[in-house]
């Protein structure tokens, strides 16, 4: 099948390839491995959505870094271009060592050549970023985040240029306009510039001097998509953010994009096959690897391997710990309508803390599901990775029902789990928050209450700006996580499954 030049963007610089040319072939053969979200996964773990009572165990960095190494040596190093999509190391234990530098100098060291930068990347603020990126000599990219003067931010190069089979590749980083408001405050001191037009303005810079743009995208499948449409001259784009399992790609008129899940527990692999006397992709092929099984005799990379050892080794002894145990999966909400055991028991555990009218969590900061049986502290660090701790606002009535009708009607990041709440919505496709019950009664728009949440929120995070219009804000600073070990104190814990979302 010949692909139309129209379809995938090879400039003309690849027209002065032929078989005439001294030892140069007639055809190119490019291979872009991908992965996204890997969020500090050292080693393997249950694979729990395929089933039975012990599923098997899928990826981790050096499952990943020996199939790496196994496809450099099918294809060769000069034909391969190894690329992230953003998230690297926050969400286990081994990723928060050193703010991130001591896992992402194992990442690196499976031989990527472009990592684009993710919202997680600045959960320590850019400094922070900053210093991880150059301690683990990560290869970041980050095209789309200007200073307010307009320049871009030197956080990383907006983009990086290889040569690989016989042609020149740009790997360009581009970063989600809702980063400001899911990770540090700092990033609200810049300026996170349209993915689309920041683009534009790169082939333009770039010109005729590269074969090949290839963005490599923390923005999610529905922004990729807008970006394909955009530019639907691309060959491709490596996504990242959305955690969309994408076992063939998805086809944006003729732009692929990739992404593949998250937890490095799949790598995505792109074969094109150029013809460099008519600038045709003739052949392309796409599949994700999922990474079941351990690697073959002589794939596994030392270097890896040591790293990750070294890691497991700082952490192991504290995290490996078991603290209680569950007498059915702690599991989060299906729908938007719906709670959840997990989202439940967090949120009782606030509202118990600091004795408070209602409480309530973000959804995205709660990151796996967990089956029943022994728990360890390690469980409870992937369930709540994040650094955050209870916070109690005195808020009032009228701002307590503004942010839960954010959260019902989808104009936050994320929906929330709630405790001491009960919220009326619509059966619709896009729901209506109809009323709402604080402890049983309706909610008061004039009444003051004690709100419990988490110190991300409180300060505005994934867009609940209401929150910030509390009238007295007080922190406890112990961890949410440390928070529901010590509900597991009294013995076995069973999650509690009602609904506390009424449907009408």
């Keep these: ?29 490019l291979v872009i491995l991908h992965t996204n979200d890997v969020h500090g996964q050292v080693q393997p773990r249950p694979a729990t959505w395929l089933g039975g009572e012990e599923p098997p165990l899928i990826g981790g960095l050096p499952r990943l870094a020996a199939a790496v190494r196994t496809v450099h040596e099918e294809v060769g190093e000069e034909n391969v271009l190894m690329i992230d999509g953003g998230d690297w190391s926050s969400g286990t234990p081994e990723g928060l060592l050193e703010e991130g530098a001591a896992f992402v100098t194992a990442m690196a060291a499976v031989g990527y050549d472009a990592m684009c930068v993710g919202n997680h990347e600045l959960d320590h603020g850019a400094a922070s970023f900053k210093g991880t990126a150059a301690r683990a000599m990560a290869p970041a ?27 020149k590749v740009a790997v360009v980083g581009l970063l989600s306009q809702a980063t400001p408001s899911i990770t540090h405050s700092d990033t609200k001191e810049v300026i996170f510039t349209d993915p689309v037009e920041e683009l534009s303005k790169v082939r333009e810079e770039l010109g005729r001097d590269v074969d090949l743009v290839l963005p490599a995208t923390h923005l999610g499948v529905d922004t990729d998509r807008a970006l394909a449409r955009a530019h639907p001259d691309l060959v491709f784009i490596a996504g ?18 990739g992404q593949v899940g998250s937890k490095a527990s799949n790598l995505g692999r792109l074969d094109l096959w150029i013809d460099l006397e008519t600038d045709e992709v003739t052949r392309r092929e796409y ?26 080794k700082a952490t192991e002894a504290n995290m490996g710990e078991v603290i209680g145990e569950l007498t059915a999966p702690l599991e989060r909400a299906r729908s938007s309508v719906e709670s959840s055991g997990a989202g439940n028991l967090i949120a009782d555990a606030f509202r118990a803390h600091f004795g408070g009218d209602c409480a309530f969590q973000n959804r995205g900061g709660i990151r796996c599901d967990l089956p029943r049986g022994p728990v360890t502290r390690r469980d409870l660090f992937e369930l709540l990775p994040f650094g955050n701790h209870p916070v109690l606002l005195e808020l009032e009535g009228v701002h307590l029902e503004a942010t839960l009708r954010q959260a019902v009607e989808g104009t936050a990041h994320t929906g929330l789990e709630v405790s001491g709440l009960t919220l009326e919505v619509s059966n619709e496709e896009a729901p209506k928050l109809l009323g709402v019950l604080v402890g049983g009664e309706p909610l008061d728009p004039a009444r003051f209450y004690r709100v419990v949440t988490n110190n991300f929120i409180a300060e505005g995070g994934d867009n609940y700006q209401m929150l910030r219009k509390a009238k007295s804000v007080t922190h406890d600073q112990i961890l949410l996580r440390t928070l529901l070990e010590r509900s597991f104190a009294d013995g076995p814990l069973t999650p509690p499954t009602d609904n506390r979302y009424r449907v009408r």
Aim: overall charge negative; glycine content about 10%.
């Design 240 to 257: 990242g953010h959305s955690h969309s399992y994408l076992r063939e790609g998805v086809l944006e008129g003729d732009v692929l994009i």
């Design 287 to 312: 599949q994700v690897m999922s990474l079941l099984d351990e690697p073959i005799e002589g794939a596994r990379v030392e270097r890896v391997e040591e790293l990750c050892g070294a890691l497991l």
């Design 141 to 167: 990219v980050l095209a789309n985040v200007r200073e307010k003067s307009g320049e871009r931010v030197d956080w990383a190069p907006p983009y990086r240029v290889f040569e690989r089979a016989g042609l």
């Design 1 to 29: 099948m010949v692909v139309p030049r129209v379809a995938w963007i090879l400039c003309a610089a690849l027209g002065v390839a032929s078989s005439g040319d001294l030892g140069r072939p007639a055809e190119a053969h």
